[in-house]
């Protein structure tokens, strides 16, 4: 299945956007069950990338010289979720039983969403990966990024640690650089004013794809509506689905 990046791969000036999603085999399937792998953990990812997403190239057709396991790093991470949502749908086809918890009663059940329905949308410039933005507070420039696989493990990990303060945490994995500092930790935005951190997730949000994961149901018990994102990076979401769905 040749499907198109909302992102893609950039390489000496050259989008990558273009690429071949295999499906789910015995070898994936042998460590999608590895618990060391897939529990707490988001080690299946790459491998299924580097396995499953094959011969990136241009909308052309011109093939991308960077090895599968060095391209997966390299990925922005609406491409990420857009492959992974490729395997699934290529492997056991369009409908997808979502297992989700009604968020005003509790309730909870499965829903019925067929994958290819969802809305992606490339970014307007696919060249474009960083972005310069004055914080009228802070009064300092700051250069805003796209989120790696890379920061997926970080943003992770942060996560896990309950001492870690998690707001700045996560977005100063969108700030490659402020004034002339670079690279960034959390500590440095602890004293930029809040109005100048919203302006950098707005600026971060500009700049990715639209990839719509949030997904609106209606409670089957209380009949109201909820969101719930589509569990894309979870294992159990490459595991077939056998529960009736409404």
């Not at 897939?38 to 241009?58: M, R």
């Not at 968020?103 to 909870?108: A, D, I, M, R, V």
């Amino acid at each position: 299945m040749l499907i198109e990046l909302p992102c893609g791969l950039l390489k000496d000036g050259i989008i990558y956007d273009r690429v071949n999603v295999e499906e789910i085999k015995g070898k994936q399937q042998n460590y999608l069950q590895n618990v060391d792998m897939v529990l707490n953990n988001f080690g299946h990812v790459p491998k299924l990338i580097e396995d499953l997403a094959v011969d990136y190239q241009t909308k052309e057709g011109l093939p991308c010289s960077i090895p599968a396991k060095d391209a997966v790093w390299l990925l922005p991470t609406e491409d990420i979720e857009v492959i992974l949502l490729k395997i699934r749908e290529f492997t056991y086809g369009n409908v997808y039983a979502m297992p989700t918890v009604c968020s005003e009663c509790g309730k909870q059940q499965f829903k019925k969403i067929e994958l290819n329905s969802l809305e992606i949308k490339p970014i307007a410039d696919k060249k474009v990966r960083t972005k310069i933005l004055h914080l009228p507070k802070k009064n300092v420039d700051v250069e805003v990024k796209l989120l790696y696989l890379k920061d997926l493990f970080d943003m992770f990990a942060m996560m896990k640690d309950q001492k870690t303060s998690l707001f700045t945490a996560t977005v100063a994995l969108s700030v490659l650089k402020i004034g002339d500092k670079s690279p960034i930790t959390k500590t440095d935005l602890d004293d930029i004013p809040v109005t100048d951190l919203q302006l950098i997730e707005e600026v971060y949000m500009g700049l990715r794809g639209d990839v719509d994961l949030q997904i609106t149901h209606t409670c089957d018990a209380c009949n109201k509506d909820y969101q719930a994102p589509l569990p894309v990076m979870d294992p159990l979401f490459f595991a077939q689905s056998v529960t009736p769905i409404t």
